[in-house]
């Protein structure tokens, strides 16, 4: 199981983008920020089988 960490920029299972904000339980449960059109987000709680992985740039590498 992948591990992430806090600002770790993340890829949900359904295609939308986030970044860890707070580590509730590592492995387990996490506090995102989900990115939304423009400058806004919404911050949710996530499970860690809902993150498909790190968000890679374009050199496939993860973010942090």
Not at 1 to 15: A, F, H, N, P, T
């Amino acid at each position: 199981m992948e591990r992430y960490s806090q600002y770790s920029k993340v890829i949900l299972k359904d295609g939308r983008t986030a970044t860890v904000v707070e580590i509730l339980k590592e492995n387990v449960e996490y506090i995102v920020d989900v990115d939304l059109e423009g400058p806004d987000w919404d911050t949710i709680e996530v499970s860690a089988d809902e993150i498909l992985g790190l968000l890679k740039d374009k050199e496939g590498a993860g973010l942090q």
